[in-house]
């Protein structure tokens, strides 16, 4: 089965000039916020409703989900994601309410999120 990647663009930024720099869980909203390197700018993502998430170094990527993918592209960040095994494996054991699978990808690491509301995206300037 193929993973079926469907971006959420924003613009300016990509996984290839994005880095994790914050994870923060508080009352089921998981906050995340993304340095943009060649921008003076960080890119917060809220994901109200949030029911699992993991962080993963893109060296470590289990076996069992090593997948075809469809859609991924170092162009883009976030993505809703369809089919993959981390929603397969966590959602009928584990939850009887609909959720969604959405992934941010940056060029070391990999924020898996399973949640009832997509990701408010909201962009901070910053000085350097």
Not at 7 to 13: C, F, L, T
Not at 16 to 38: A, E, M, P, R, Y
Not at 51 to 63: A, G, H, K, N, W
Not at 87 to 113: E, I, N, Q, S, W
Request: glycine share 6%; aromatic share 10%.
């Amino acid at each position: 089965m193929t993973v079926v990647y469907e971006s959420m663009p924003i613009e300016g930024v990509t996984a290839l000039n994005s880095q994790l720099s914050g994870v923060k869980w508080s009352d089921g909203t998981l906050f995340l916020d993304f340095s943009i390197t060649d921008q003076a700018l960080i890119v917060r993502a809220a994901v109200k409703d949030c029911t699992v998430y993991r962080v993963l170094s893109d060296s470590y990527i289990p076996e069992a989900e090593t997948e075809e993918q469809a859609g991924l592209s170092p162009d883009h960040l976030i993505y809703s994601v369809e089919g993959a095994y981390f929603y397969k494996h966590h959602v009928p054991a584990l939850f009887d309410v609909a959720v969604k699978h959405y992934r941010f990808v940056t060029g070391p690491r990999l924020v898996d999120v399973l949640s009832k509301s997509p990701p408010v995206i909201r962009t901070l300037g910053v000085s350097k």
